[in-house]
């Protein structure tokens, strides 16, 4: 089957959705007052049409916008339906934001392929249709060329078409853009709209908000609506922009762009006539163009009857320009992808870019051999030799530092950086964000297990520690929970502070945990209410493993210099007892740090979610 009969297929299969609007309005509360952004404002988007959304700054296009993707819910009152049936519009909408937020480390084909996959499961394509799909889509959209670049080097324009062609992949019938063509050239922009009017006329329901057009832009629409003040002072086609305006009395100058005069009769720049112009928006003839006799059939018609003439005149969906509709077969019904499947993509997805990011990986390995090697020449044999054993504490200590804190500044700022993408692709329904959060733990927790034993193993062997495997692997068991929990609390943190603060929160934190960690100031000589708060401490527990799991179990009497008359720590159970660690229990502690790191984890997934929806 060739492309172009693919396409002919498909544009059938999209499912012609007509959006109305009724007395939409909407508050939002502004230090204990009520503000009011939409005042009962109606509206129908249809299918088959483009949609500009326009009006001066602040006066409630994304608002809306939010309102009908569903992104917005708290506050707004009045009625949305798509199509005939009341469906819930985030299931069927497309919400391309204003931002456009890609992995930049894979490319442009990379980056569709993964698109594909994730919303299209194999048994309704397989491997060789998406492939043809993608091919399809990036020559259509003009991104061929730039296949093999990589998502983050591609210019302005050409990321906001590949985020176009990301969400045609399951041919979506209804799509929302937030200012499109913002940042883009007067060509870029025009190419933009050609591209949606396009898509428009395949029978998709395409509304985009958009800022002083060109006139020729700005004829490329099929309906305009303007808001102003929270109400809807245009509904109409571009051509019969300047008609109505005179029926209120403006008049556009010769040569004036229609749009810009609509912008600033609406911003008030010829007085202000928002109820004169949002009584006459109300009349639906605005909303069709006709020619020269018709003005006179309209004539004695009510809105309604003109609204069923005008439906009838219009007919089927015009086609203009050839087909973006995807190669796929219109006979199939192509369904999402198990989550299971999407679990298994997105571990994939971080695992590729954990590898070609070398300042996580490379970098920060070497980072920790160069640390291990320069902290065991530090501390030497502090590990066998009696006079040293106070050092050899204050060794523990610094690992349980430097993993913890090495790893809570990075984990502070992973959901930050990808906090965009996560919305944008969870929104669109790519997948769910428990499969996205089950992802990150599962492909982060070995590199943390990797990263602490390479920085451990060095250490334990510089430091001469005892050359006792069970000793050995209790010593790396602490340090890989602590550096899981220090991510958990930097996980955690990232998803409640912005980095500036999380970091200061995080160092501030970090401090707090090594003064209770028991070394600097002895568990013993801490008064009952600062010993309680110690418990909170993740350090502590794992200050306490690590000494538990090399002096405990009956160690041998530790190496005494032969130079040295006295050595006080020459028993192990002497260090035990100095450190007030002697009813110390291993077991207890990993699992107060278990339970410690689950709680972090489990609320920095309620702190992300919370934070999508804001
Ligand atoms: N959650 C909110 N809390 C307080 N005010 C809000 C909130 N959301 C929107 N607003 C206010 O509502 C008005 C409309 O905002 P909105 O972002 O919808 O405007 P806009 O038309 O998209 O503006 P722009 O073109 O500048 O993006 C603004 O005055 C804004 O400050």
Redesign the pocket.
Known sequence: MTLESHGKLLKERVKPIDIQFKDLSYQ?Q?QKVK?T?LKGISGTFRSGQLTAIM?P???????LMNILTGLTTKGVNGNIQFGDSPTKSRKICCYIMQDDHFHSWFTVEETMLLAAQLKISNDSMNMKEKKMLIEHLLDTLKLSQTKSTRAGNLSGGQKKRLSIALELIDNPAVLFLDEPTTGLDSSASSDTIQLLQTLANEGRTIVC?I?QPSSHVYSLFNQIYV?SQGCCTYQGTPHNTIEFLKTVGLECPTYHNPADFLLECVNGDYGDHTDDLAAAARQPKWRYDYDAEQPQHLDGLNGVQIVKMMESKRGGVKQLSPSITPPISATKHVYPPPEWMRLWLLIGRCHVQFFRDWTVTYLKLAVHIMCAILIGLLYGDSGSNATKQIANLGSFTIHNTYLWYTTMMPGLLRFPQEISIIKKETFNNWYKLRTYYMATLITSTPVHIIFSMTYITIAYLMTDQPFEIERYAKFMLTAVVVTICADGLGVLLGTILNPINGTFVGAVLTCFMLIFSGFLILLTHMSSLMRLLSYLSPIRYALESMVLAIYSNNRGSIYCPMDVVYCHFKNASTVLRSFGMENGNFGMNILIMFLQLSTFKGLAYVMLKRKLRA
């Open positions: 939002v502004v503000k952004i009006g700054s602040g006066a409630g296009k994304s608002s908000t800022h808001l």
